[in-house]
């Protein structure tokens, strides 16, 4: 079985495949030719999960998941929220959005926060069905670690010491929101389609 993972980052279609049980292959938007970024206009990142998936399954009616994941800071209101990759500008730049959250949290106490991921899958038929993962934990004073992208040099999860960046890769892959949320859509695969 083929299933499209509406992801233009090869190295997560290569991750996911590497992950998935016997039968299932991934695809990414490459390999169906789609170049164009697919539009997030959703308020939420259930709605742009949706969308995502809502996209690749009207054009090519294949199996499809598409995610959304989103740093969600308590005393910034849940801020950057659904515009995490673009909080500091329309451009992606990891480094700028990382100084805006650390300057707009320079006054505040609590740090607390959550990553969250949302999934959504529609199979052969057209049905659709959402997978969520949270990881909780504190935005760090400053950035440290290598390791990861986007906010994981300042994400420090819960019962930790280290951030996402400082973490193995093994470790955050099995503690983060990501993570979380893809193991619900195997284990529902699995029990689906096994």
Do not use: W
Request: charged share 25%.
């Amino acid at each position: 079985m083929q299933i499209c993972f509406a992801s233009h980052n090869e190295n997560k279609v290569k991750e996911m495949n590497e992950i998935m049980p016997e039968g299932i292959s991934i695809v990414g938007l490459k390999e169906l030719g789609v170049t164009n970024e697919i539009p997030e206009t959703g308020s939420t990142l259930e709605e742009n999960s949706q969308l995502k998936a809502n996209y690749v399954f009207e054009k090519y009616a294949i199996p499809v998941f598409a995610d959304d994941s989103g740093l969600l800071v308590n005393a910034l209101n849940g801020e950057p929220g659904v515009y995490s990759a673009r909080y500091a500008g329309s451009e992606r730049d990891d480094n700028k959005n990382m100084n805006l959250l650390l300057d707009r949290l320079s006054n505040h106490s609590d740090r607390s926060a959550e990553f969250k991921t949302v999934i959504t899958y529609i199979d052969q038929k057209g049905a659709s069905k959402q997978f969520k993962g949270i990881v909780n934990g504190i935005i760090a004073a400053e950035k440290r670690g290598s390791n990861g992208f986007g906010y994981d040099p300042i994400f420090q999860p819960s019962n930790y010491d280290e951030t996402f960046a400082e973490l193995t890769q093994t470790v955050k892959n099995q503690i983060s929101h990501r993570a979380k949320a893809i193991y619900k859509l195997l284990e529902y695969l699995q029990l689906n389609h096994g």
